[in-house]
């Protein structure tokens, strides 16, 4: 018997707070270029009794324009203009889906997918998961039974755990910003301040679960791994074929 496994990936912002999103027009692995301008000359600050000046030249155009549709901030110093706290920025990297490969009776097989999300919002965000399906692992045929936490509610499995007659899956969380739900003390999950590897494992549900969270800016972006398993026991009656789980990752705003 063989089953072949393919974990579609989706990812998606919501802004919980007042804000627009941007786009970047310049960034690499090390840097990333918010807004850009062209123009010469200009004088920083001018001051006198009664007045202070900021300027530039060679722009055409400037100033703010609206619409139903949106706001236009044009040219450097219109731009400038507009509170760094009001334009909020979020963005959230889309990983490509996981090929988890073939498995046999008697057989694990894990992937994982990585989401960087980065803000400049000074609340922070807040990273969470969900399948489109209960169960979320499923063919046409059959289906995989989401892992159960320990107290079948809440609490993560410390250690992944596979019944001779069970087919399973399942996920854990590894990164800076996991959430004390998928943190442990060593032994026991929702306990402690450590994230060890491929420990504190959960199933998929179509309500979304928070697995990464961190409450100020974070400009530079922060990777959390989702790591994702599949276990088939040796006296499973799981038919054979082509299974797919559809994994949505949302972002937001604090």
Not at 46 to 51: D, L, Q, Y
Request: charged content about 15%; proline content about 3%.
């Amino acid at each position: 018997m063989k089953i072949f496994f393919t974990i579609a990936i989706s990812s998606c912002l919501l802004f919980a707070s007042a804000g627009v999103g941007l786009a970047y027009v310049a960034e690499s692995t090390s840097y990333k270029i918010e807004s850009d301008s062209i123009n010469f000359g200009g004088t920083e600050n001018s001051t006198s009794a009664s007045f202070n000046l900021s300027d530039t030249f060679g722009e055409l155009a400037t100033g703010t324009s609206t619409s139903a549709s949106f706001n236009l901030h044009a040219g450097y110093r219109a731009l400038e203009s507009e509170s760094a706290s009001v334009v909020v920025v979020l963005t959230l990297s889309a990983p490509d889906d996981v090929p988890l490969g073939n498995l046999d009776k008697g057989e694990e097989i894990s992937g994982q997918a990585v989401w960087n999300v980065s803000t400049n919002n000074p609340a922070g965000y807040r990273l969470s998961v969900k399948s489109n399906t209960e169960p979320a692992l499923k063919s046409t045929e059959d289906s995989f039974t989401d892992y159960s936490p320990t107290d079948g509610v809440s609490t993560p499995a410390y250690s992944w755990s596979l019944g001779a007659s069970s087919a399973l899956f399942g996920f854990t969380p590894e990164g800076t910003d996991v959430v004390a739900r998928f943190k442990d003390n060593g032994s026991t999950c929702a306990t402690g301040s450590g994230n060890t590897t491929s420990s504190c494992w959960a199933g998929f549900s179509t309500t979304n679960q928070t697995i990464a969270e961190k409450t100020s800016a974070n400009a530079l972006g922060t990777d959390t791994t989702v790591r994702l398993q599949a276990g088939i026991g040796n006296d499973s009656e799981t038919e054979p074929g082509d299974y797919t789980a559809n994994i949505i990752a949302t972002a937001i705003t604090l």
